[in-house]
């Protein structure tokens, strides 16, 4: 196990490394950074003295060495629009989308992964039918649109929770209720395929041979082999769920990571859109490298990978 895990983190190391290398060479994607910076009134002159006060003139490769040895001091350059710390702007936008993020990928796995162990145990029935239904719905809806009909219905019809705003927790329900559905079609396909894969075979028929309850074997040994790509799909997810939270975030005027990128992206901040586009992808990377961690805690023959 400690040979995997030093495997696991020196690769996920390097896919960071590489991760940083992208995430900054993306300002240069879109053209002149000074002159972006500069703005659309400015002169060539004017743009000049930004590219010699950002060190734009510099090699690309001795750019982001001194940006990187900036990121590991926790250091991410200054927000040209809200003229700030870029370190601490992201510390409190990130702890309400992860809150908010953690809330909905509970939600999903609470209702997608029974959904898929019924569907799973009873094929083609109408439990399996409805589940798969639910699925396709929650694939084809637009999240803004079920957003604007939770808040027609909630907020504007029923007038029992806030349209918008962090005020109270009330005003987490129905964007936990969205983003949680925008998660749970992936979780419950998957849950469903494994257990009738997992019912299928031969250890599965030898514990119902020997007495065991279907409950028993259901949870106890369908679900558990089951459960090992649930792990690395959820971990996925959970980062689908801080990246997309973008239209969610905006609708809901909630002020987490997801509406700071569109500020961030609306205003030209390139230091800001920079670290926000650093720390989504970190976040898959770590997301990723727990899961495998926790796989092969339950999997043995994963370690030998």
Known sequence: MLNYAVRRI????????????????????????????????????????????????QPILVQYLHWLSGVLRGDLGTSLYFDQPVATLLLGRFAMTAQLGIFA??????????????????????????????????????????????????????????????ASWQSFIMPTIVLGYFAMPAIMRLTRSGMISALEAD???????????????????????????????SSAQFGFLLAGSVVVESVFAIHGAGSLAWESIARGDLPTIQALVLCFSLFYVVLTLLADMLNAMLDPRMRSK
């Open 10 to 57: 020196f690769m996920a190391c390097l896919l960071a490394l590489f991760v940083s290398f992208i995430s900054y060479s993306l300002i240069f994607a879109a053209g002149d950074p000074a002159a972006a910076v500069a703005g659309e009134a400015s002169t060539a002159a004017d743009a000049e003295r930004i590219r010699q006060l950002y060190g734009f003139d």
């Open 105 to 166: 990928l509970i939600l999903a796995l609470v209702i997608a992964v029974p959904l898929g162990v019924a569907a799973g145990r009873w094929p083609n029935s109408i439990i399996d039918r409805l589940a798969l239904l639910f699925a396709v719905i929650g694939q084809a809806m637009p999240s803004f649109w079920f957003a604007l009909l939770l808040i027609i219905l909630f907020s504007v019809k029923l007038s029992i929770l806030p349209a918008s705003g962090t």
């Open 203 to 233: 250890y599965i028929r030898t514990a119902r041979a020997m007495g065991l309850s279907e409950a028993r074997v259901l949870f106890d040994y369908a679900l558990r082999n089951a459960a090992l790509p649930i792990i690395s799909l």
